[in-house]
């Protein structure tokens, strides 16, 4: 049963109640021939489905103007308990302060609170958009133009910084045929209700990425080129991976205050360059969160890419960010869990685990770390399950 | 110990750490008197704090823009348990998919889970505004130009309906010497990065509500104007309370999608009218939201009132909404929130509450329930407390 139908579509309350199993970019195929003008605007990796979003906290290029999963997209979500017991956590209303949201609860929790069922989801109008590159001298200019931009309040609904490894893999493997510049590079996707909105952002993002040394700046001249210029970091993957014949890639997804992502990039960059791991970056810039795709060809780069990968995270814990921006925890990174949340945070979460699902019943193994330190075990007794 | 101290600023990350008793207010005035071009953007009650922000999971006229408490404002709140410990619940980067997040648990709670010490704030940027009024033959029709209105991608920030017993008290006590048709309108501030963008976002709204029937639309030419216009607005309560000599105001607060609110104003008048309570309307049409402010004047009234407030949480449950859109439970609505939520998710609700708080320390009598049906026992009781 792939529990992927749409059950009903309120055009006028911007909301679709569907089944988890329905792919977001399925959902928007259909709403965009049925010819109505909104979109779910979540958009994670192309595959991914809206129970897991859900379950996940996902988010991805569109963040930076409309959040996360953890936001409000989510209405409400039906349950199956571990108990058997079927919920809803909510109304269809877009608002609602009855008590703590339990919908919230769900989300992020990757399948071990409950199954969901359903959902009502909260939809975008769908907007006119337009694609920009330019480039800067390095990954700090760059940052310091994203902020200074997204305060001037124009319609950004992407911004992606590019590294120079990332634009010279694209020249390499890339699907159109334009050369660029082989520097640290932003991607902005402009977003308005007019061709003169999207005009008058251009203009003003033109202006403040030159204050910030920003050259070069293009801006597609038609529909068509800027789905090709946006297709250039939509390939981030199979470009940088064919950089070196056969490698696979490992993407991380750490996240960081804006105004930290400097010193993170700059501090990635020397170690893998150090240890001869080949990479590129990718990155939500605007939401100070990164994919470094590290590449490997055997066993023995794979577990140097592995170490690197644990160093970026303490890198990124140390400037107050987090082990995952998006991609969630799963096994990998439960241990890294007690470092970035602090050892109450996780017995709190593994509490409500055990409060909901006391035999363990549902995804066991993910998210929560296994062993405790004696001194949290203490902790823990404290609260007594009456 | 007041508690309302700003601890850091991060102008380039756009967020603040603060302490819970600083007001709204209070912050933004700061930030502005510091010449940083951010503000806090949930709006409720002008005497509202960060800390009872988000134990009520508030919003206000702004939601229709920023969305509310329970979205992505709190990035994390540093916390005291029931068990006296005391945990932080996130990192300040602005995105993690670090397992479910636990902040959002204490967003709604009403104080029942925890008592927050130290809270991470989003900001926004603090943009050009100005402010139109337009009126229409009835709220169904003011109601279907908000939607196409907000599905058009301007740039509204707040859109609020007055119905024409709200603008006879406006027209009869109100601060400006203005005298408005005593028709149902809507107030809109528009928002955008220039005074061109404000402009064309009047000349597409101006366009629209004349398509819906609107007529008399009015833009503010100067700031001095746009904010004595806002006033007429802001003075809700104080307009609507001198109607009658010596009463006072009971505030609902239910909430529906928004196609069905002119169903769940039309009936809510009705009803008043037949019951002869004065009251006026003014609500957050964006999001189906509505203030019906019921006067009265000694106990036989208050009680009628009482009744009619009740009636008014049943229509909008029929109609798939909340009890409350943004005041929340206390004591008021805890009996409600079985028939909105279902017993198994007040179950699921109460469950978290033993978990966290076994002994009912915090804020006991709040939000959940009292009494459970029978067949609810039983179905908790399925759930072992280990």
Chains 1, 2 share one sequence.
């Not at 919920?87 to 269809?92: A, L, P, S």
């Not at 789905?227 to 750490?254: C, E, F, H, Y």
């Not at 690197?308 to 082990?323: E, K, N, P, S, Y």
Request: charged share 25%.
């Amino acid at each position: 049963m792939l529990m992927d139908k749409i059950i009903a579509i309120h055009e006028q309350d911007s909301d679709v109640i569907c089944q988890p199993g329905i792919g977001w970019m399925e959902l928007n195929d259909i709403l965009k021939q049925k010819g109505i003008p909104l979109f779910f605007p979540l958009d994670p990796g192309p595959g991914a489905t809206i129970g897991g979003m859900l379950s996940t906290g996902c988010s991805g290029t569109n963040a930076v103007r409309y959040g996360t999963a953890r936001a409000e997209w989510f209405l409400n979500a039906t349950v199956v308990l571990p108990s058997g017991e079927v919920i809803k956590t909510r109304r269809r209303a877009r608002k609602s302060s009855a008590g703590f949201d339990t919908t919230k609860l769900f989300i992020g929790a990757e399948g071990t609170l409950g199954i969901v069922t359903e959902v009502t989801i909260r939809l975008a109008p769908l907007l006119p958009t337009t694609v920009a590159v330019v480039q800067f001298p390095d990954v700090r200019k760059a940052t310091e133009a994203v902020s200074e931009i997204i305060n001037s309040g124009v319609g950004i609904q992407c911004v992606e910084l590019c590294d120079d490894q990332f634009m010279k893999a694209t020249n390499l493997n890339g699907q159109s045929s334009r050369k660029w510049p082989e520097q640290d590079s932003l991607f902005f996707k402009f977003q308005g209700p007019t061709p003169r909105a999207l005009q008058e952002t251009a203009d003003i993002v033109k202006k403040i990425t030159q204050k910030h040394g920003g050259t070069g700046f293009t801006l597609a001249r038609s529909e068509k080129e800027a789905a090709d210029l946006w297709q250039d970091r939509k390939n981030a993957l199979w470009s940088s991976m064919a950089l070196i014949p056969g490698a696979r890639a490992w993407s991380t997804d750490v996240c960081v205050p804006p105004s930290r992502l400097p010193d993170l990039v700059y501090g990635t960059k020397e170690d893998l360059e150090a240890h001869g791991i080949p990479f590129t970056i990718v990155g939500h810039v605007g939401d100070g969160n990164f994919h470094a795709l590290l590449l490997f060809t055997n066993d023995e780069e794979l577990e140097r890419a592995r170490a690197a990968v644990g160093r970026m995270i303490h890198r990124a814990l140390a400037l107050d960010g987090t082990c995952t921006g998006e991609h969630g925890v799963g096994i990998g990174k439960r241990d890294y869990l007690r470092e970035e949340l602090g050892a109450g945070t996780v017995a709190l979460m593994k509490t409500i685990k055990k409060a909901i699902d006391p035999l363990n019943l549902f995804n066991p193994g993910k998210v929560y770390p296994d062993e405790e330190k004696p001194e949290e075990v203490k902790k823990v007794d404290l609260v007594p399950h009456a």
